[in-house]
């Protein structure tokens, strides 16, 4: 009896610690006043930001970002609402799973490097599932057969073999990056094997027609950065928080 | 008699284990009824055909301020600065920051049409403080978001919780708003944040 009741509790243990191995915030709702004294007798008043991501080029960076707005607001923004317009949703989301399997090879590379083998078997069933089932990857038929799509690029591969992020840097058009994370894209722009199989026109419509969908299922994150007080620092500040989930994922 | 007092002193070590166990279960099982009510109340409302845009967006501007501890979210983006101010510049900000953040949050729910939420889990991370995660599946976008919510428990009743982090995807609210505090405040004065929220809220309620 006493055996069974052990059992029940270890299996209460481990339940829990299971449950608690999920990433909790540091912070405490009780423990604000610690927050309040961090940087009390810190003589520079450095920004939250700083402690997540260095920012060394913040005046290029800053003024890249401005261009960047400019930009967003004079043509990809206008393009974007276009494309929301003329391509309804469900449209969307088969130019999206067309995207996404052209992707898979790049996943399918991290997810090896990563050494995540069941993930790599996954993304190269998904690629093969898709391209010849789903009609080129249009339809997400792999999906509907419990095989999930993970993105994964060239910066959380740095990223998993402890390569420090770096200086934040927001590239023209690309947005907020890091140097790991730059890096990252440019490794992945060369190993993509549609790179060399694709003639250049056919590659410059489908990184525009990616610019437009990626841009389409940000709306809302770039409205609400735009609404902010401060949209440098909060683009910052939500760009290393994602990427610091993903890694972590 | 040793052996018989032995096996009662285990039974009752084990009994009060397992119902510590138990209340912290239902403890957290409360915290994600709390959050799946609320989810459903706001998915009900946005899909209300017979209310105007204007009532649901009043309607759920109450939700948020009744349910999100923006007062605490305030003083914590705030950061090192809420002592360098005084009682009633700390008054004046909460005032207006609890516009602000309502005008920059609140839109977003407005697009949880056709949306489920699904509880993943729920957990006390700390005594009395809760980490619910849910799964927000986006039926238009084809997209499944998740979505966390750091809530406390500040009262006996059962719905007596309030929400003081929203992590979408990784990113904390009250992170990004602290961020934004702090690097407003070391680039302009006290009366230069005020503007600027006033500001921006009146552009987002446009």
């Not at chain 1, 007798?41 to 700083?50: A, K, L």
């Not at chain 1, 060394?56 to 206008?78: C, G, M, T």
């Not at chain 1, 770096?166 to 549609?194: E, M, N, Q």
């Not at chain 2, 700390?126 to 009262?155: A, C, H, W």
Request: proline share 4%; hydrophobic share 40%.
């Amino acid at each position: 009896m006493i055996i069974r009741f052990l059992q029940i509790l270890f299996f209460f243990i481990i339940a829990s610690s299971k449950a608690m191995a999920t990433t909790v915030p540091s912070y405490s709702y009780s423990e604000m006043y610690m927050y309040d004294n961090q940087d009390d007798n810190n003589e520079c008043d450095h920004n939250v930001s700083d402690d997540l991501i260095p920012d060394p080029f913040y005046i290029i960076n800053k003024n890249i970002f401005n261009i960047n707005l400019l930009i967003d607001n004079a043509f990809i923004s206008p393009a974007t609402e276009i494309y929301i317009f003329v391509v309804p949703a469900p449209a969307r989301n088969r130019v999206g799973n067309f995207m996404s399997n052209l992707g898979e090879p790049i996943n399918f590379f991290n997810l090896l490097l990563q050494g995540k083998f069941k993930q790599a078997n996954i993304s190269l069933t998904r690629f093969t599932t898709n391209t010849v089932l789903g009609c080129l990857g249009v339809l997400d038929v792999a999906s509907k057969v419990n095989l999930p799509y993970k993105g994964e690029d060239f910066g959380q591969t740095l990223a998993q073999y402890k390569a420090p992020t770096g200086p934040y840097i927001v590239a023209p058009i690309l947005g907020p990056t890091s140097l790991r994370d730059l890096t990252g894209k440019v490794v992945d722009f060369f190993i993509d094997p549609f790179k060399y199989a694709m003639k250049r026109s056919e590659r410059n419509a489908i990184n525009v027609a990616w610019l437009l969908h990626k841009r389409a299922g940000a709306k809302n994150v770039i409205k609400t950065i735009k609404s902010s007080i401060d949209p440098y620092e909060t683009a910052k500040v939500l760009y290393i928080q994602n990427r610091v989930s993903l890694i972590n994922d | 008699m040793q052996l018989i007092k032995n096996y009662i002193i285990r039974i009752c070590f084990i009994f009060t284990i397992i119902i510590a166990n138990i209340s912290f279960a239902t403890a957290s099982n409360d915290a994600a009824n709390y959050i799946n009510d609320l989810a459903e109340r706001v998915i009900n409302i946005v899909k209300k055909t017979d209310l105007e845009e204007k009532e649901k967006e009043s309607i759920l501007n109450e939700i948020f301020i009744q349910n999100v501890d923006v007062k605490w979210i305030g003083r914590f983006a705030m950061g090192k600065f809420w002592r360098r101010i005084t009682p009633d510049q700390q008054e004046k900000f909460l005032t207006i920051y609890s516009d602000y953040l309502t005008g920059l949050y609140v839109p977003n729910f407005r697009k949880y049409t056709g949306n489920k939420v699904k509880i993943v889990n729920a957990t006390e991370v700390r005594p009395n403080e809760f980490l619910v995660q849910t799964l927000l599946t986006d039926s238009t976008n084809n997209l499944e978001i998740k979505i966390n919510y750091m809530i406390i428990k500040n009262g006996n009743d059962f719905d007596d919780f309030i929400i003081f982090d929203i992590i979408a995807e990784g990113v904390s609210l009250i992170t990004t708003q602290r961020a934004e505090i702090n690097s407003t405040m070391s680039n302009n004065d006290f009366n230069g944040l005020i503007n600027l929220l006033i500001r921006k809220t009146a552009s987002s309620s446009k």
